[in-house]
């Protein structure tokens, strides 16, 4: 049986795609190998979203080349999002890859590599039309088997002037709500207790469909025929947050009391420069709002500072609306001048230097802050999805409670009680850290 090797880069929605790879090639009787030296097709899923993610993308692919210098017989497939980005320019650039795929052409690798084997393909880069994954395309979770993504949407309609992501994901294109249900329960008889809800924009959800289907009807319909103690959502835009979804999950609480809403800037300014359809006065009405229907509701958030003519009293804006508002959750990313976003011709760019000082300095805000909002879960007890053993040492298990999500947030270290990766377990917590919460299980 031949075998392959997949590398995954970039985030979750990335990560389905992978996912999608995986069952495409296993379906076509593919199998997968741990390491590249092992299997004889290297496949890279790429990020291209920003600068850094490109150079690492193609540091990966470097590495990629090295191995096959040392056995020329494997073949390189680059997939993803640097490949519809920067389309046949990398066929010039990296003559050592055999196959460049685009961000479109996960569902079909398996179809496509067969194609590359027999020299039947009209050169090395292939960029299929827009397509939409559905409950029916093959795909092999790589996650704990007992949490989840849900990839409810491609694409996104927003523009925002920094983001390449509707040149190279395109338009907003929806799944249906039967559609998203039906994974969502397959997936819940695979053994997952967690779903997380992703897209480019999920609040956008459902608006290219008939019939009137968002957001609110996708969760409920997800709570009607579906078990599953733990929904998350992430990445909702500011102003798409109804009063009825804060509602549903108010009346439901396996929808956990968290919401991930990348806020990007304070500044009106900034906010227009950016193309962010909001105002930091709506901003503090929007949190206000949620906290009044969901007062123990977990708050995260993404900055992007050294924006094209931000000055410093744009940016300390952001340090006195965190000293405000007091989010649990905070990422802080300096801007990067991405070729074909129109903010790549602003006036008064930044310094490299200046950006990066700048992060640093709101992420030590955040940690000054954190240490003391973490304070507020000492003596409660909560409910923990146990994670397995500790990253650290294998004398503490590891989990989350509903107010951290996956991969992104601080953890739990439980130092005294059994049990096994995937239970839910109550939580006495007995201290806090900076990001991360401390404590014991206690009886059920």
Sequence with gaps: MASFHLISLGCAKNLVDSEVMLGSMV???????????????LILNTCGFIQPAVEEAIAEIFEL?????????????????????????LAEELPEVDLF???EGAADIADYVAKMRKGELQGRVALPDRILMSSTTPRIIST???????????????RCSYCMIPAIRGRLRSRTI?????????????????LSLI???????????QGGDNLVRLMDQLLRQTSLPW???LYLYPTGISDALLQLMADNPRIVPYLDIPLQHVSDKILRAMNRRYSAEQLFATLNRIRTVLPGIALRTTFLVGFPGETEEDFLQIETFLRK?????VGVFAYTNEEGCPSEKFADQLPQEEKLRRRDYLLGVQAELSRAIQKKYIGRVEPVLVEGLSRETDLLLEGRTRYQAPEVDGCVYINAGIASPGDIVSVHITDAQVYDLIGEIVAR
């Design 27 to 41: 379906a076509a009787g593919w199998e997968l190998a741990d390491s590249p030296d092992d299997a004889e097709m």
């Design 65 to 89: 080349v090295e191995i096959k210098a040392r056995s020329p017989e494997k073949r390189i497939v680059v997939v993803g999002c640097l490949v519809q980005r920067y389309k046949e320019g």
């Design 101 to 103: 795929l685009g961000t």
């Design 144 to 158: 704990p088997a007992y949490r989840a993504w849900l990839k409810i949407t491609e694409g996104c309609d927003n």
């Design 178 to 194: 039967d559609d998203l249900t039906r994974e969502a329960v397959r997936l819940e008889k695979y053994g997952v207790k967690e």
């Design 199 to 209: 897209a480019q924009d999920t609040t956008a959800y459902g608006n290219d469909l």
């Design 231 to 233: 929904l998350r959502m």
């Design 325 to 329: 508002v007091q989010l649990d959750h």
